[in-house]
């Protein structure tokens, strides 16, 4: 994805991690989500350029970090966000975290002993049940998805992609998303990542929210088709002082739908 470079490579157990940093000032982190990477950010991360230090990366298994065989589960993605704040060291930066990332941020904080000055979560995977008919389904057959031809591949990528996004998103837009899932090794790791999903990742922290540390705010797409808008109301009323801004005209993936939205938000928190 030469068009979102990640300059830099951090060597997780002996995986390279792709990342970022840009810009100069108080630490901000982002943390993407599934099935996605830190292109999410490409709309919001550089209005922040000028303010503060940003640091963005692709999770293990997604994007430009490494696809291996091996265990990509939420249960590790934490151990690699504690590892990747002491090798930027940063000892309590502002975080913006969406999806599986906000999961992953959460275990960080809770699990890892992570201090964050504040936590922004977007649609976070938090909550118990969690996971589309797709992904169940997946789980129960991953072999079988695994041997797809590529051009069944093609077409199942960007149509589940799809289903994150409210607005009608051009084919050249999707495509930065659907790339790292296609060919070999990407389309092992798509179904690699799916099957291990679970949900004892979430429910492992989930009596620990009313000791998040930090402000947090919430912000949830109203027109979230993969996570409920219930979910983050419920979320909110599990973590001391959170503030939930409901995104109007927004699906799950709020960056594509509403990245005004977003940014506003963070900036507005921040200061």
């Not at 969406?98 to 909550?127: C, E, M, Q, W």
């Not at 429910?203 to 979910?231: A, H, K, S």
Request: aromatic fraction near 12%; charge should be negative; hydrophobic fraction near 40%.
């Amino acid at each position: 994805m030469t068009h979102w470079p990640l300059d830099q490579t951090y060597d997780f157990n002996g995986h390279p991690i792709r990342y970022a940093i840009h810009g100069d000032g108080p630490p901000l982190v982002f943390v993407h989500g599934t099935p996605f990477s830190s292109y999410v950010w490409h709309r919001i991360a550089p209005l922040f350029f000028t303010t503060h230090r940003v640091h963005y990366f692709d999770l293990l298994g997604y994007g430009q970090s490494a696809q291996p065989d091996a265990d990509v589960s939420l249960g590790v993605q934490n151990q690699l966000l504690a590892q990747l704040l002491e090798h930027w060291g940063l000892d309590c930066p502002d975080v913006v975290a969406h999806d599986f990332g906000g999961a992953t941020a959460l275990r960080t904080h809770l699990l890892n002993g992570k201090d964050y000055r504040s936590l922004t979560l977007i649609d976070p995977v938090a909550l118990s049940p969690w996971g589309s008919p797709f992904v169940q389904h997946v789980r129960q057959h991953e072999t079988a998805f695994n041997g797809l031809p590529d051009y069944i591949q093609r077409a199942i990528v960007p149509a589940y992609i799809r289903g994150a996004i409210k607005r009608a998103i051009p084919d050249a837009e999707l495509a930065p998303y659907v790339q790292p899932w296609l060919g070999e090794p990407g389309q092992a790791a798509f179904y690699r990542q799916i099957a291990q999903m679970d949900e004892r990742y979430t429910r492992e922290v989930e009596g620990l929210y009313p000791n998040v540390r930090c402000p947090t705010q919430i912000l949830w797409g109203e027109d979230d088709q993969w996570i409920p808008i219930e979910r983050g109301r419920a979320l909110h009323k599990l973590i001391p002082g959170a503030q939930l801004h409901p995104v109007p005209n927004a699906g799950h993936l709020v960056q594509e739908d509403a990245p005004q939205d977003i940014a506003v938000a963070v900036l507005r928190f921040l200061t």
